[in-house]
């Protein structure tokens, strides 16, 4: 009996860890089975803030994407479902902050913790007692300026899996965000695991 458990829990693990998530790679939003790490990642981008007209477009397409994505997965909650956002800008900033290189990560959300995040974040009132602004679908798809032309990062606290995680902050118009976000080593990404917003301070940068 015991051994019959022994093998359940094994296959159960196995089960787990390569039929439990898929990744969204592309830009028309198909699903594709994630078979190791890094299998779909874009093509890295040059080192900098994107700032022309070139950096909005991106912005603008990854933004649709990220759309596409949460609407198509905003039922499934038996799988994680995975989106590449986009290549990781800025690494030499990133790296300096978690304390290893982060070249040829990319930045990738989860349904799941986008549903985390709305649900714990997106009631105003609640929000309002804290000093922070609800969190909207709206902010979710701003993932490529918060992450890959954040302001300032700064390592934050290690998770309870002992993943080192980083903390971004970006002024956009009249609101300041505070973006949290592991840096999974081994499968080179910059995963989101929640935000918070709250009204600019007067005199900050924009």
Not at 101 to 116: C, K, M, Y
């Amino acid at each position: 009996m015991r051994s019959n458990l022994v093998w359940l829990d094994a296959f159960l693990q196995c089960v787990n860890t390569s039929t439990s998530q898929r990744v969204w790679s592309d830009e028309a939003g198909r699903k594709a089975d994630l078979l190791h790490p890094g299998q779909h990642a874009p093509p890295s981008l040059p080192e900098g803030r994107g700032t022309g007209a070139g950096s909005t477009k991106r912005n603008s397409q990854a933004a649709n994407a990220i759309k596409r994505f949460l609407h198509s997965t905003q039922a499934t909650t038996a799988i994680v479902e995975l989106h590449v956002v986009a290549p990781v800008r800025n690494a030499a900033a990133i790296g300096k902050a978690v304390g290893f290189p982060v070249v040829g990560f990319v930045v990738v959300l989860e349904n799941s913790t986008a549903r985390h995040t709305i649900r714990r974040h997106g009631s105003a009132a609640a929000e309002a007692k804290r000093g922070q602004i609800a969190v909207t679908e709206d902010d979710l798809v701003l993932m490529p300026q918060l992450l890959c032309e954040f302001d300032l990062v700064e390592p934050a606290e290690t998770t309870k899996q002992g993943t080192v995680q980083a903390r971004f902050r970006k002024r956009i118009g009249a609101v300041e965000y505070e973006v949290f976000a592991e840096v999974r080593r081994a499968a080179k990404q910059l995963a989101f695991k929640t935000m918070l917003k709250r009204r600019a301070r007067e005199g900050a940068s924009s």
